[in-house]
C-alpha cells in the first residue's frame, strides 16, 4: 500500500487528519473566523449560496448565517442571502425547505434555472457534431451548474456579496464538480474536509439528522435522475474518506480514486499559461 501517495494528495488537499469526533466546536469557530476574515477583507457586505438540500450546502449556509450574526454583533453590516437554484421543479425540494429552516438565513430568494438552460441549449448547433443522448445529456448537467453560478455571482453584485462554495476534499479528490460551475467562488468553507468530518460539523451544528445522512446526489443528469455521487464514483464515501486519512483500502478503490485525482487535475489548478522565456 503507498501510503505516502495517500499522505501526498491529502496535504495537497489540506486534509486534516487530526480533526475527529469531540474536535467540531473548535473546527466550527476556526471556519466561522475564517468566513468573517475574508468577508471583512473583500469589504463586501454579503455572502451568497445557493442551498441544494444536501449536507454540504446545509453546513456551508448555517457556518456562512453564524458568521454574519457575530459580525452584526461585531458592528459589521453583513447578511446571509440564501438561493434556491432549481431546475423546473426539484424532486426532493422539501429537503431544500428544510435546510433553510435550519439555517435560517437572513434572505432568501428562488431563481429557476430552466429557461436560461433550456434556451441555451436548444440555440447550440454545430455543424458536423452530433452528439450521443448521453453526452448531451452529460453536457446539459454541467450548464446547470453554471448557470446556477451565473445567478450566484448575479445575485452577489446586486447585494455587494461574495459567492460561498460548498467543495470539500472528497470532492476534490474525485473532481467531482463542474469546472467553472459549482466549482466557481468566491470562498469554500468546507475545503479540507472530508465527508466523513462534514457530517461531524453538521451534526455539532444540531442540522436534522435525515438531512446529515441523506444519500449525496448532484442530481444534474436526467437519463439518470437522481443519480447517487457514490455511483458515479465506483466507490463509496467511507472509502474515499478513509483514503484521505490514510487508512487502508482495497486495490479496487485505491485504482479508481487515484486515477480520478489524476484525471481531474485541470480541474483544480489555474489556466495554463505560456512559460515567459528566460531572460538569462
Known sequence: MNTQQQATIARELGIDRQLRKDGESAEIARRIDFIKQVLRESGCKALVLGISGGVDSLTAGRLCQMAV?????EHYQARFIAVRLPYKTQADEQDAQASLDFIGPD?????NIAACVDGLMANIAIDGLQP?????DFAKGNVKARARMLAQYAIANFSGGLVVGTDHGAEALMGFF??????????????GLTKTQVRLLADALQAPAHLVRKPPTADLEELAPGKLDEAA????????DAYLMGETVSAQARQIIENAY???????????????ASCE
Do not use: M, N, W
Open 69 to 73: 450574526e457575530q459580525l452584526r454583533d
Open 107 to 111: 434572505l432568501i430568494t428562488t431563481a
Open 132 to 136: 450521443s443522448a448521453e453526452l448531451l
Open 178 to 191: 463542474t469546472k467553472f460551475g459549482d466549482g466557481a467562488c468566491d470562498l469554500a468553507p468546507l475545503s
Open 233 to 240: 464514483y465506483g466507490c463509496t464515501y467511507e472509502e474515499i
Open 262 to 276: 489524476s484525471k481531474t487535475a485541470h480541474k483544480r489548478a489555474l489556466p495554463r499559461v505560456p512559460v515567459t
